[in-house]
């Protein structure tokens, strides 16, 4: 805002310096005339040559406003160029032969956006069959994967790919909003038969027997709807649908149970689909794996070693792996046979954007004065009337002085100044000429600056309504609603407020008063001449009228076409690893132009309708100014008043023509007032009343289900039938089933992010759904799958509201993450920088830093090695010991320690009690 406000501050000297030298033109001329030449000033001096100045003026402001223009225009000029000047995509590597095999000899990379190495010196070879990559949190895997599609700057070595598209499932699964045949199609022919291959290999068969509409149902934006695991599937079976010879896997299987998991593994891997195909897979899951790969890759710190035949025979033999297959086993058979089905869906199409009709209401524009301070717009209507004032005071002046030169006499309106004669006493006149030029440049030197102060202040007042609305807005908003059309209202839409808006209103305020000042002028002239300027105003009002209806319906449908191209860009930002890799630029490309060509549509018959205004309007002025000349003519008005009301005249025609221009304008910039505005009526989440207890929750404190029912919308099946179930206060609870059975539905309840349809939640005998939202959430802490991290530095996203000191945020830190990380480590937007398993890292440390008495788990160590969970989990267990502890996951060295066991299915609770019969309390042989 501090820049906003400086550019502002900017423009409005250089208005000032417009209108300074508007005034200086004439009244420099005027001294030189009369004073330097000694000259009279008749009126056949005056009037020519404040036309002349006149017509200066306006070329001046225009060469001011091209300078502004350009200095606007540098910015974004200069981001253009220096993108386009990026490095493109080194392609060299690309390997033209047949063969599907992608090899690195002695080959470093590095992101050009840092010095270090990444990945050192690999000499590797993917040949067809199952490959495994192993590794601990951040020691490269993931960035093998993109290093072998090309992502990664290659510092020295060589890589050799096919020169072919490559099927590639990225970690957090990239999805858009489109069916859910169309995402696992993604641009290709369709073959049912094959399609229904993939389908059961990636068994998502339950899943599409499910949801209402198979696989038609729409999904949207990043699959929000779907479970973790739904998700992670529909991704993978992208990939697998494909043609590609070769295909890269991302951790595939970390969001999936293991019955799920072990199905995938024996009908993709050792099915049909893999035959003939190479195939690089991370994973942390060997244990389903290690039997079946072909080779197994083990990096560490951005070297890697393969595994030899004897080394993984050693490893199979370990008594981890019959342990963990005989957990899985007990897991299996304690619950049902057969294929598992997901919870209901809750996929529902995002429901299109809103959008007012008719005109623009007078709320929207009262929005706006409130928003800027009444105070200040009173202001700036006192500044912008005193400025105007001294113009009319000006011509009325100078009106009397060539009458006074004329007739050797004072007129009418000269008695008022009662000023000496202007032949004998020039200097008078010039100095009550100059005040009045001074007395104008310098209220509209205020006026400017008051403009400036309250455009900043009502776009800010404005865009922090609007944030703290969307930020209390229901999770089923966020859920449903495509983030490109909150970005359009945000970003477009508030730009407009926050710099164009002003301009037209402005320019409004500036030519009533010019309008309502001229006409009093004339009045006293004369009058008769007002009957034609009113039929004037008729007229323009005429064409106005036609005109504003269609142009505010062409806007509205231009910011709504601009909508698709901003969701497009965010799109192709997201998947542009998965999009480049499969080759299907050309889709996106032409997709984006097709949303451009529509915007551009809307565009061009919005300016068409501009310049079909500005016609009439122009040539309606000339015609009215020719009309009153020969009324002044015809009336016989006194040579010396001719020039005072010619001048007053054209400027009423011109204020009305402007008045008609700007409100017009007006009326289409508010369509951006209004859409923000619109966002003031989203739907809010209940705030909450209650305020708990300075210690709630207590580690003592029970978390119950009192027959829950919990539907993520109205008209949505429910998720949770009927649950009854009670933890008691201080254990740790392993939360069971499989994928999409109810696990984090149980997450989103205790956290409200919808009320329950029926049933209580409570924790220690409080209502949950009575609780003030912001301190519920604030007392407990829950740490997802994908974790949410903010740019700034370790210790922001440790402590982003600075309740803990530096010390203590540093041992949480060396704690977690371990020694060779700081408090100002940097963290790029959404931990970019950061591998996963890093970001479940760091939000594991804010619970150890925080230790609050409910800590809820969501698959928190599902991107994390089996060594560094199980220390994680130690330091868990020794950091929360007094907490009350809500642990989802598939991985049982995730729960294994738990003494109480949650186990769902289908949203009903198979089992809920001590865990000393469930598979969680199988005891683990040390490694």
Not at 649 to 678: G, Y
Not at 757 to 778: F, M, P, Q, S
Not at 786 to 797: A, S
Request: hydrophobic share 40%; with cysteine; charged share 20%.
């Amino acid at each position: 805002m501090r820049k906003r406000l400086e550019i502002a501050r900017v423009t409005a000297a250089i208005a000032t310096i417009n209108v300074a030298g508007g005034v200086s033109y004439p009244l420099a001329s005027i001294c030189l005339y009369t004073l330097v030449l000694r000259r009279g000033l008749p009126n056949s001096v005056i009037w020519p040559s404040l036309q002349l100045f006149g017509q200066l003026e306006t070329s001046v402001k225009l060469a001011f406003d091209l300078i502004s223009a350009y200095w606007k225009a540098t910015i974004p000029v200069e981001r253009v160029n220096k993108f386009m000047a990026e490095q493109d995509r080194d392609e060299s590597s690309l390997n033209s032969v047949s063969a599907c095999d992608i090899e690195f000899h002695d080959a470093s990379f590095f992101w050009p956006s840092t010095d270090s190495t990444v990945l050192d010196r690999l000499n590797l070879r993917f040949g067809r069959g199952l490959t495994i990559v192993r590794g601990k949190v951040g020691s490269g895997k993931s960035s093998l994967l993109l290093a072998a599609l090309n992502e990664m700057q290659l510092h020295q070595g060589r890589l050799v790919r096919p020169n072919e598209p490559i099927g590639y499932a990225q970690q957090l699964p990239f999805l858009q909003s489109q069916t859910i045949r169309e995402s696992i199609v993604f641009h290709q022919n369709f073959d049912a038969a094959r399609y229904r291959q993939v389908i059961l290999a990636c068994a998502l068969a339950p899943d599409l027997a499910v949801f209402p509409d198979g696989d038609q149902t729409k999904l949207e934006e990043g699959g929000v709807g779907l479970s973790g695991g739904q998700k992670a599937r529909v991704a993978l079976a992208r990939a697998v649908y494909s043609p590609c010879r070769v295909l890269l896997l991302d951790d595939p299987l970390a969001a999936l149970d293991h019955d799920t998991a072990s199905n995938i593994v024996r009908r993709f891997l050792q099915g049909p689909l893999a035959k003939g195909r190479t195939i690089v897979m991370v994973t942390h899951r060997d244990d389903l794996v290690l039997r079946i790969a072909d080779q197994v890759i083990d990096m560490d710190n951005g070297h890697a070693s393969i595994l030899s035949r004897e080394q993984i025979r050693t490893e199979l033999e370990h008594p981890y792996h019959a342990f963990t297959e005989a957990a899985h086993s007990a897991e299996t058979d304690s619950s049902h046979d057969g294929a598992h089905d997901d919870e209901v869906a809750v996929v529902q199409d995002a429901p299109e954007e809103p959008a007012e009709t008719g005109s623009v209401s007078l709320t929207v524009y009262l929005s706006y004065v409130e928003a800027g301070g009444l105070y200040l717009w009173l202001m700036l209507a006192f500044f912008y009337g005193a400025s105007r004032y001294c113009d009319v005071a000006r011509a009325w002046l100078l009106e009397s002085w060539g009458h006074h030169t004329a007739f050797q006499s004072q007129s009418a309106s000269a008695r008022y100044w009662n000023l000496p004669n202007p032949e004998h006493h020039p200097r008078v006149w010039l100095g009550v000429l100059g005040g009045l030029s001074a007395g104008q440049v310098v209220m509209y030197a205020a006026a400017q600056l008051t403009l400036a102060k309250v455009s900043v202040d009502a776009a800010q007042a404005l865009f922090r309504v609007a944030v703290d609305r969307v930020s209390k807005a229901t999770f089923r908003y966020h859920d449903t609603t495509p983030t490109g059309q909150l970005k359009n209202r945000l970003i477009s839409d508030m730009g407009m407020i926050d710099g164009g808006i002003m301009a037209p209103l402005e320019s409004f305020v500036f030519h009533l008063i010019a309008l309502v000042l001229s006409t009093v002028g004339i009045a006293t002239q004369q009058p008769i001449l007002l009957i034609i300027l009113g039929a004037v105003v008729l007229l323009f009002v005429y064409v106005f009228r036609i005109y504003t209806p269609v142009s505010r319906c062409l806007r509205r449908m231009e910011t709504r076409y601009l909508t698709p191209i901003i969701a497009n860009i965010g799109v192709m930002q997201d998947g542009l690893v998965t999009i480049r890799a499969l080759r299907v630029e050309g889709h996106f490309h032409d997709r984006h132009l097709d949303a451009v060509d529509d915007f551009q549509k809307q565009d061009h018959f919005f300016w068409s309708m501009n310049f079909w205004l500005d016609f009439r309007l122009s040539m309606s002025s000339a015609c009215t100014r020719a009309l009153l000349t020969l009324a002044m003519v015809w009336f016989e008005t006194p040579a010396s008043a001719v020039g005072f009301v010619l001048t007053q005249t054209i400027t009423a025609i011109t204020c009305v023509q402007q008045l008609c221009e700007k409100f017009a304008q007006l009326q289409l910039d508010a369509v951006s007032l209004e859409r923000v505005n619109m966002l003031n009526r989203i739907p809010e989440e209940p705030p909450g009343d209650d305020e708990p207890p300075e210690d709630w929750p207590r580690p003592c404190d029970d978390v119950k289900f009192d027959s829950v029912s919990f539907r993520y919308d109205e008209g949505l099946p429910t998720v949770l039938e009927k649950v009854s179930f009670n933890i008691p206060g201080g254990s740790t609870c392993a939360v069971l089933g499989r994928t999409g059975s109810g696990k984090s539905t149980i997450a989103n309840a205790l956290l409200v992010t919808q009320t329950a349809c029926e049933g209580v939640v409570t924790v220690g005998g409080i209502d949950l759904a009575r609780v003030k939202r912001a301190v519920l959430r604030r007392r407990l802490t829950f740490i997802q799958q994908d974790p949410t991290l903010f740019p700034g530095t370790l210790h922001d996203n440790f402590d982003p509201e600075g309740n803990f000191s530096d010390r203590e945020c540093l041992a949480a830190i060396h704690r977690v993450l371990g020694p060779s990380w700081s408090l100002d480590s940097p963290i790029d937007a959404g931990g970019k920088n950061l591998s996963q398993g890093q970001r479940q890292l760091v939000s594991i440390g804010r619970a150890v830093l925080r230790r609050s008495g409910l800590v809820i788990l969501d698959e928190a160590t599902a991107s994390i090695d089996r060594g560094t969970a199980a220390e994680v989990q130690r330091i868990l267990r020794q950091e929360l010991a007094d907490s009350t502890v809500i642990t989802i996951a598939h991985r049982l060295e995730a729960v294994e320690h738990a003494n109480w066991c949650l186990r769902l299915d289908r949203g009903y609770v198979l089992e809920c009690g001590p865990a000393k019969n469930s598979s969680t309390r199988t005891k683990a042989p040390e490694e």
